[in-house]
């Protein structure tokens, strides 16, 4: 169980990078020498992580004809289609549940972590609950802090509405059981993570390590230069 199928949701339109994504879809966009999405799998692999599942929309066609089966990259690849409509992203959980099996990891298509899988998978196993969310402490301040965790457990996540208790922000990597999106008929997955805390079954893990992203021109430049950083020490 600490070998988890990862589903990274990687369908969105990637509006923020414009005019670099009206063409290619985020995953494919050049970072460091390569598409994010080859950095992104170097990376799960390095922690064993080899069943891969994309849910992919905008322009995942080409997503595919790049990596295939991902034998090239030392993983697993199958993928899960929204269609023609955007699903969000817990209706593209729930579409490729027949992928995932009874457990999973959730990455988002555009999050670079540089974390403990395994024992985050160990933990979210060992937790019994529905689902486990990382988290680390906002610090820094630059965003509105949007979890209240306490005593490895996740009492409260809402994005829009946050309360005095919140002092930490959603780090980007989730795991569930699925029965908890089987039943779920919502499309975004905040959405159902903030109804699992409220009823107790979210599990937390706390993380200290800097988080990296390409959601944004700022983001994707910052992991631009730690990655040619780390490549230039090797």
């Known amino acids: 169980m600490s070998n988890l199928p990862v589903a990274i949701l990687a369908g969105g ?44 929309g905008h322009l995942g066609g080409q997503i595919e004809a790049a990596y295939g089966n991902g ?22 959980l729930r579409q490729a549940l027949p992928l995932l099996g009874d457990a999973f ?48 457990q996740v009492l409260a996540y809402n994005k829009k509405q946050p309360r005095p208790e919140m002092r930490h922000i959603d780090y980007g990597l989730s795991a569930y059981r699925a029965e908890c999106l089987a039943g779920y008929e919502g499309s975004d997955l905040s959405d159902l993570q903030g109804a699992l805390a409220e009823r107790g079954a979210m599990a937390g893990f706390e993380v200290t390590i800097p988080y990296h992203e390409i959601g944004s021109p700022g983001g994707l430049k910052a992991l631009e230069d730690h990655l040619w950083s780390q490549q230039s020490r090797l």
Request: with cysteine; aromatic share 8%; glycine share 6%.
């Open 105 to 152: 990891l959730v990455l988002y298509g555009d999050s670079y972590l540089e974390i403990d899988y395994r024992a985050i998978s160990k933990k979210f196993v060992e937790s019994n609950t529905l689902a486990l969310m990382t988290v680390m402490e906002n610090s820094r301040g630059t965003e509105a802090s949007n979890v209240w965790f306490e005593n490895q």
């Open 71 to 92: 034998e090239a990259h030392g993983v697993k690849i199958r993928y899960s289609y929204d269609g023609p409509n955007l699903r969000g992203t817990a209706g593209a």
């Open 13 to 56: 339109l990637a509006t923020r990078l414009r005019p670099i994504t009206h063409t290619i879809p985020k995953a494919l966009v050049p970072v460091a020498g390569a598409p994010f999405l080859t950095h992104q799998l170097k990376l799960l692999a390095s922690h064993d992580l080899r069943d891969i599942v994309l849910c992919i």
